[in-house]
């Protein structure tokens, strides 16, 4: 069974950059059709950050990070990292990483609902 845990999370002022971190145990990521990264802030539904299949390419950013964060992934060390440059408050949220098994009928690959191994998720603060 996957085990997946994130880090990195942490206090940071705004325009400030954080990387996190999402490590498997128990399966290769290989085997998963897809990883993302996603997001809940208080009061707010959780929402697709970005998402990365190794199996055909496919890749998602929210328009809202588009420029600022960077999916990649180490494929010795069976992680996943999650770039985070020029934060902004609204980019506060508790960030969890997920793996999809297979590819999904929908168009968009970053919908939370599609995704069925979660992490415990890392607190992410930005404010001065």
């Known amino acids: 069974q996957l085990q997946l845990v994130e880090s990195g999370g942490g206090l940071v002022q705004p325009g400030g950059s954080l990387r996190l971190s999402c490590t498997a145990s128990?399966?290769?990521?290989?085997?998963?059709?897809?990883i993302g990264w996603f997001r809940q802030a208080p009061g707010k539904e959780r929402e697709g950050v970005s998402c990365?299949?190794?199996?055909?390419?496919?890749?998602y950013y929210a328009d809202s990070v588009k420029g600022r964060f960077t999916i990649s992934r180490d494929n010795a060390k069976n992680t996943v990292f999650l770039q985070m440059n020029s934060l902004k408050p609204e980019d506060t949220a508790v960030y969890y990483c997920?793996?999809?098994?297979?590819?999904?009928?929908?168009?968009?690959?970053?919908?939370?609902?599609?995704?069925?191994?979660w992490g415990q998720g890392t607190q992410v603060t930005v404010s001065s």
């Open positions: 997920a793996a999809l098994p297979s590819p999904p009928t929908t168009q968009n690959m970053c919908l939370s609902s599609l995704y069925d191994e």
């Open positions: 128990g399966r290769g990521l290989d085997f998963y059709y897809a």
């Open positions: 990365f299949s190794s199996h055909d390419g496919r890749l």
